[in-house]
Nanobody, 126 residues
Framework: QVQLVESGGGSVQAGGSLRLSCAAS???????MGWFRQAPGSERAGVAI???????QYADSVKGRFVISRDNAKSTVTLQMNSLKPEDTAVYYC?????????????????????WGQGTQVTVSS
């Protein structure tokens, strides 16, 4: 059973930075990994995803501000969030999957991910 354990998050003022990390365990083979977020009253939406080979895809709203990276040796994925805005406030979820279509990858679709972390709150104040 794949387990994802998140760390990081918290509260920051607009313009600040936060770093989220996620460690995966209990899997065999390679994983796509990513970060999604869900604000109150909204659906869960993709933020950034990364393939095992390091190919990345970002939501338009975070391009140029967020950076996703991974360490395959440690089975971890990190989301560096810079220039944070109040609209970035949400619960952030780490996700992992072992197969994904090109469309699911390009559109940051939740359907491409089978495994989910418990979520961590990010709050950005103005």
């Amino acid at each position: 059973q794949v387990q994802l354990v998140e760390s990081g998050g918290g509260s920051v003022q607009a313009g600040g930075s936060l770093r989220l990390s996620c460690a995966a365990s209990g899997f065999r083979g390679t994983l796509y990994m990513g970060w999604f977020r869900q604000a109150p009253g909204s659906e869960r939406a993709g933020v950034a995803i990364i393939s095992y080979e390091g190919v990345t895809q970002y939501a338009d709203s975070v391009k140029g501000r967020f950076v996703i990276s991974r360490d395959n040796a440690k089975s971890t994925v990190t989301l560096q969030m810079n220039s944070l805005k109040p609209e970035d406030t949400a619960v952030y979820y780490c996700a992992a999957g072992q197969s994904m279509s090109g469309i699911q990858f390009l559109r940051l679709m939740t359907a491409g991910f089978r495994y989910w972390g418990q979520g961590t709150q990010v709050t950005v104040s103005s």
